[in-house]
């Protein structure tokens, strides 16, 4: 049986991700900031059969990583997947830029998937798939950047670059590390103008991961499969 471990699984494309990888018969290990306050995915967990447990896991959180990591120590995870992020201020145009808040956004969107990456490395490295995916966003693009929103593109565009550096560093272990885009998706954080529902992103970003080979490792893709400009 494959095995996902998934951050930010309470809500929006996390939920389904959780959803959709326990319905194709995965072993899933969903976690989220506090699952005493995540009915939805209690709910799923509850109806799961124990293929999907729930763990408590702030992603700022470095030693709550860390003993968790320990905690799964016996664990083969085919695929880390780091999906927890926040946007930040979204009024943070230029003259207006709340600089605490944005090194927040920082610490979630782009170090707290180094740490995971680096506390969950051993048990990705003795799985059959080796995949360390991050959800990232088009708006992380610097080709296609029309202005603003500051906080978020940095961070996302920071995550990029620190996946394409795990690609490089873990391609000797087989290891497969890329950034993804799930396209502008009816979330919380998406709004909901957004085109897509997330079924319909997570489904072909699961079949993006599935398809994954090492020599894709590095590449900034899209859920249709098509790359994104850096």
């Not at 969950?120 to 490295?125: E, G, R």
């Not at 560093?169 to 954080?189: E, F, H, N, S």
Request: charged content about 20%.
């Amino acid at each position: 049986m494959p095995t996902i471990l998934v951050t930010g699984a309470n809500r929006g494309l996390g939920l389904e991700f959780i959803r959709q990888y326990r319905d194709a018969g995965w072993r899933v290990y969903a976690c989220c900031r506090s699952p005493n306050e995540a009915g939805e995915l209690q709910a799923l967990v509850a109806a799961s059969s124990g293929r999907v447990t729930l763990h408590a896991l702030e992603v700022t959180d470095h030693p709550r990583i860390e003993a968790l990591a320990k905690e799964l120590r016996d664990v083969a995870l085919d695929v880390l997947l780091n999906n927890a992020g926040i946007y930040g201020p979204k009024n943070g145009g230029v003259g207006h830029i709340d600089y605490r808040a944005w090194a927040e956004v920082f610490a979630v969107n782009t170090m707290g998937p180094m740490k995971m990456a680096e506390c969950f490395l051993d048990h990705v490295a003795k799985s059959e798939r080796k995949v360390i995916a991050s959800v990232s966003s088009q708006m992380a693009s610097i080709a296609q950047n029309n202005g603003g929103h500051y906080p978020y593109r940095s961070s996302k565009a920071a995550l990029n670059m620190v996946m394409r550096g795990l690609a490089a560093d873990l391609r000797p272990r087989g290891i497969i590390a890329v950034p993804l885009d799930p396209g502008w998706v009816q979330t919380d954080m998406g709004g909901s103008s957004a085109p897509m529902r997330p079924p319909e992103s997570i489904r072909g970003l699961r079949q993006v991961i599935d398809g994954l080979r090492l020599e894709d490792s590095g590449k900034f893709l899209r859920y249709d499969g098509s790359e994104v400009p850096w």
